[in-house]
Nanobody
């Protein structure tokens, strides 16, 4: 099994930045495709970013491309999400996710393991 623990969420002003971290355990980290998803109240859980086992390529939706960057450090079993130019609509619980295999999927149903989530709140 795989355990995922997110950290780094909090309150930030619009236009500011946050860096989320997700520490993993239970399986060889380099064998996992890693992703980030988010869910706001009353909304579906949506794709934020995903990265291949080696760290490239990465995938982003149009609304986040250029503002968000996913990266991973396989030596530390950790994946990161750097969020810049934050907007109020970025407010959500952010979840780390992992899947076995090599395909970098962008849909939540393709991921096997999930963290508990970390709250990100962006004030206007």
């Amino acid at each position: 099994q795989v355990q995922l623990v997110e950290s780094g969420g909090g309150l930030v002003q619009a236009g500011g930045s946050l860096r989320l971290s997700c520490e993993t355990s239970g399986r060889t980290f380099s064998s996992l495709v890693m992703g980030w998803f988010r869910q706001a109240p009353g909304k579906e859980r949506e794709f934020v970013a995903a990265v291949s086992r080696s760290g490239a390529p990465a995938q982003y939706p149009d609304s986040m491309r250029g503002r968000f960057t996913i990266s991973r450090d396989n030596a530390k079993n950790t994946v990161y999400l750097q969020m810049n130019s934050l907007k109020s609509e970025d407010t959500a619980v952010y979840y780390c996710a992992a899947r076995s295999g090599s395909i970098v999927f962008t849909t939540k149903n393709e991921y096997d393991y999930w963290g508990q989530g970390t709250q990100v709140t962006v004030s206007s």
